[in-house]
């Protein structure tokens, strides 16, 4: 005989079918499946039973890899891979100062690196920070304080103001309840909470009023629930096991240098075997061409890349802490200058996350709210009483620090009296509140009752549909006249297509009041004093920012859970959204496969009511576009996206900590214009580290095409393996490593972002590396057949001195795409010059020191010979100034449609 389960048992076994939408149950079909006594709760041995079964209210936290595994993973990259072998060929070779370089470019890569793999488990450590500590919940019949870890599936949660959710609630009885909830589904007011079923499951969690979440707080009101899921089953919990599949996203730059190592070092190798196998057949000794072999592997993998690229990025980023950007992961800094899409969350990012007073209708009209207390105060009568409303039907006070205390809405209304130049305080002296009849969510306003010397004034506030159907008459400048229902009606829903809160304010004279209690009945005969429509402003310097995002090639983004004609309001304001175009909301969303989704998603620039798991599949269809991708966000809800963005950056100071730990960047003034100055860093810096592989290939590229066809035109070996390994040390050292100080391009923000797939060779630059390579070797090879035909005992010399400064020269003149050095000037880069300097002076040291001649097998050079080295070696400098003039005749204003040089 099979025995029947208790009521709600399968509703809490992991094995059974998951339950229904709980919002859509009603409230006794919610206790019934979930075995719970509305009145006594759950026992208390049933509790534990559950717990045992189900496991604690608490966050997962992640495995955390061991410290050796996170270690060795450094080491895993094959460019650094080849590093490592040029540092073991550098001391078989006898070069311990090359190989000790190498090892510690390899070391400090690595060290960066390891650091970073904390970042996962410092946003699981702060979402679990955010659970409740505590709550009260009912078991056996009595109120008792519980752990909030040890609440499970079918507890009775008593709350009221400033509890914070312990976990995910269907709610039983509200009374006047409200919830913060901008950090979970970004809707920046109080939502209203009450006990009635819905019949819509799709709903999205922003419009399940019957609902409260784990992480969200209570801000007035009081209520009663039952635990409907815990720990990693509630919403919260849902973010947090998105954010640990989430995974780290290699940057553009980590994918580019992976490719371009292997690239580079297989061709080198290629070119060394093929060197070797001739200079066998011609007879060479084999030591020696192998030694040179070797030398030539050795200076063609660029070993000095991962350091250079270290130094640009944390110099960026340095620079960009002083700007108010923090970074928290350095290759952000290159992404930032390759982003196409920026997505953004409205609340608190583009917006202020504070509710005011936009606009009033007053009189029959539509005008602007007064914006701080210097605006003129109002003078005609209607304005005037509206502003007393706003200020007296108010429950707002001020904290002992003179901070406004009170839910967002009221406070907005107080602060637009106040600005208006009505105190409440001050008018409270002449007109004290004397009776109220509080707001609750079902009559959806409230009322006050203040003494004057006439009488009493009875101010009501609420929603439109609600005020209005008590109102007899409208205020205005003529007196009282008779009020068109209809025509108020239209003007309210007006004001709310602009993405307005719209609230009805209205008054009544009484010459006494009834000594029974208030009731509905009492909010009836009302005069309407007008409307007050609030706004969640967008921020003064958002609009700017977005422009100039838009100049730059970059496609902003708003991603929200709030309201659609909210969201449309505001991006419309910010320029992110045309008259005409479309809106796309959650459920919306929540039909599109993903192929369908790819379709609406490069002519959607705004997304409304969506939730976290949606802005994860936003994020993810505009990457397989091939967008490069930054997040900008601040709130719980978006942590998952953040962290599956190419870049996420986060707000430091109105940011939750969840937020910011899975962000790559912080903004530490919650200022969406600094995004603006990190992207022109960052674009600042993918010129740099361009400009360096443009640098050192040639460089590299001109010893190898020496060393390789020298033996094809009869000549001899050029240059001996130290003399190689010096040049590739001092040329890729210290010049390559002075141009991370090199300064923004002037059209830097005027031009688009590069292609998200582009290579680090492209863009002309490919075309740049051979020529000049090609230009330096040809003159290298011709100071070698020089010296061999005149037979001078310097020839080697002649040659090691004009490749050496042949790279000085052209180091120089590569610091701009466009603009010649003489516009630029000498000193514009003073750690560079002092980088070429410091170069020549050890090669003339390497020349002219006798104790140096035997190491190097040097000889020192007549005068002549040197200023014939230094002019052969200035060939590659007026050769590239000749190039750009061209650029510039061809096309005098560069813009974002024309080529790269």
């Known amino acids: 005989m099979v025995r029947p389960r208790p009521p709600g048992h399968g509703a809490l076994d992991a094995a059974s079918p998951p339950p229904p939408e709980w919002h859509v149950l009603e409230a006794g079909a919610a206790l019934s499946r979930l075995g719970t006594d509305p009145a006594a709760g759950l026992a208390g041995a049933e509790a534990a039973a559950r717990l045992a079964r189900l496991g604690p209210n608490a966050i997962r936290a992640g495995a955390r890899a061991s410290w050796l595994r996170m270690l060795v993973a450094q080491f895993t990259d094959f460019l650094i891979l080849l590093l490592i072998a040029a540092a073991i060929v550098s001391g078989l070779i006898g070069d311990a100062e090359d190989s000790i370089v190498i090892i510690g470019i390899v070391v400090l890569n690595a060290a960066v690196g390891f650091v970073q793999e904390y970042r996962a488990d410092r946003a699981m450590a702060a979402l679990k920070s955010m659970a409740a500590p505590s709550a009260v919940a009912v078991r056996d019949g009595r109120r008792q304080v519980v752990a909030a870890e040890t609440l499970v599936p079918g507890d009775i949660v008593l709350l009221e103001a400033g509890n914070a959710l312990p976990a995910d609630l269907r709610i039983l009885e509200a009374v006047d309840l409200a919830v913060g909830e901008a950090a979970l589904t970004g809707e920046s007011t109080p939502v209203e909470k009450h006990a009635a079923a819905s019949g819509d499951p799709s709903l999205p969690l922003a419009d399940r009023r019957n609902m409260a979440f784990k992480g969200t707080a209570v801000l007035r009101g009081r209520g009663r629930g039952v635990v409907v899921a815990t720990g990693m089953r509630t919403e919260l919990g849902r973010i947090a096991g998105m954010l640990e599949g989430a995974g780290a996203v290699r940057t553009p730059l980590q994918q580019r240098l992976t490719v371009f190592g292997r690239q580079i070092a297989i061709g080198a190798l290629a070119i060394c075997a093929v060197f070797f196998l001739l200079g066998i057949l011609r007879g060479e000794t084999p030591l020696l061409m192998l030694l040179t072999a070797l030398s030539l592997a050795v200076a063609a993998i660029p070993e000095a890349l991962p350091a250079v690229v270290t130094v640009l990025l944390a110099l960026g980023a340095a620079r960009m802490a002083r700007v108010k950007a923090l970074i928290r992961r350095l290759p952000a800094v290159e992404t930032l200058g390759s982003v196409t899409t920026i997505c953004s969350d409205k609340t608190g990012t583009l917006t202020r996350n504070e509710m005011r007073v936009a606009e009033m209708f007053v009189s029959g009209a539509r005008a602007a709210a007064p914006m701080d207390a210097t605006a003129p105060r109002a003078t005609d009568g209607p304005r005037r009483a509206l502003l007393t ?43 004290p509140r004397v009776r109220e009849l509080a707001f609750d969510s079902q009559r959806k306003r409230m009322t006050t009752w203040h003494a004057d010397a006439h009488g009493f004034t009875a ?39 602009d993405g307005l809160r719209v609230i009805a304010v209205a008054c009544r004279r009484w010459d006494t009041l009834p000594d029974r209690p208030l009731s509905d009945a009492d909010e009836s005969g009302l005069t309407l004093l007008g409307l007050a429509g609030l706004i969640d402003p967008p921020r003064e310097e958002a609009k700017a920012a977005v422009a100039t995002c838009r100049m730059a090639g970059i496609t902003p983004i708003m991603i929200t859970g709030d309201h659609p004609v909210t969201a449309r309001a505001i991006a419309r304001r910010l320029g992110i959204l045309s008259d005409g175009g479309a809106v796309l909301t959650g459920r919306e969303l929540h039909d599109l496969t993903d192929e369908a989704l790819r379709r609406r998603i490069a002519e959607t620039r705004v997304y409304a009511r969506v939730d976290p798991a949606q802005k994860i599949r936003i994020v993810a269809a505009l990457q397989a576009s091939g967008e490069i991708v930054a997040m900008t966000g601040d709130g719980v809800n978006d942590a998952p996206s953040l962290a599956r963005a190419d870049i996420g950056v986060a707000m430091g100071k109105g940011g939750t900590d969840v937020a910011r730990e899975a962000a790559s960047m912080v903004l530490l003034d919650d200022n969406f214009a600094t995004i603006v100055a990190a992207v022109r860093e960052g674009r600042r810096i993918h010129d740099n580290i361009r400009k360096f592989i443009r640098f050192v290939i040639s460089c590299n590229a001109a010893e190898i095409l020496t060393v390789f066809l020298a033996p094809f035109l009869g000549l001899p070996v050029p240059l001996l393996p130290l003399q190689i390994l010096w040049i590739n040390l001092v040329t890729d050292g210290l010049p390559g490593l002075a141009l991370a100080s090199e300064p923004a391009e002037p059209n830097v923000m005027r031009r688009p972002p590069r292609p998200p797939r582009e290579g680090l060779l492209a863009g002309g630059l490919l075309l740049q590396v051979t020529w000049v390579g090609a230009l330096m070797g040809a003159t290298t090879l011709g100071t070698l057949a020089f010296g061999v035909r005149t037979e001078r005992d310097s020839w080697q010399t002649l040659v090691f001195t004009v490749l050496t400064l042949s790279q000085m020269w052209q180091v120089l003149a590569i610091r701009s795409d466009r603009c010649s050095l003489f516009q630029q000037g000498v000193l514009s880069n003073k750690p560079l010059l002092g980088a070429v300097l410091l170069t020549v002076a050890l090669q003339l040291a390497v020349v002219y020191a006798p104790p140096l001649n035997p190491v190097f097998h040097t000889v020192p050079l007549t005068l002549a010979e040197l200023i014939g080295c230094v002019a052969v070696s200035s060939i590659v400098f ?15 204003e560069r813009g974002a449609a024309l080529p790269e040089p």
């Open 389 to 431: 409303a706003l200020a007296l039907c108010n429950d707002v006070a001020r904290g002992g620090g003179g901070e406004l205390l009170g839910d967002p809405t009221e406070v907005a209304l107080w602060q637009a009296a106040a600005d208006g130049g009505f105190d409440k305080l001050e008018l409270e002296r002449v007109a």
């Open 459 to 497: 101010y009501t506030k609420g929603a439109p549909e609600s005020v209005l159907d008590r109102c007899t008459a409208m205020a205005t400048r003529a007196g009282v006249a008779p009020l068109d229902r209809a025509w108020a009606m239209r003007a309210a829903d007006d004001m709310a297509a």
């Open 878 to 892: 007026f050769a590239i100034e000749l190039s750009k003039w061209a650029l510039r005749r061809r096309w005098p």
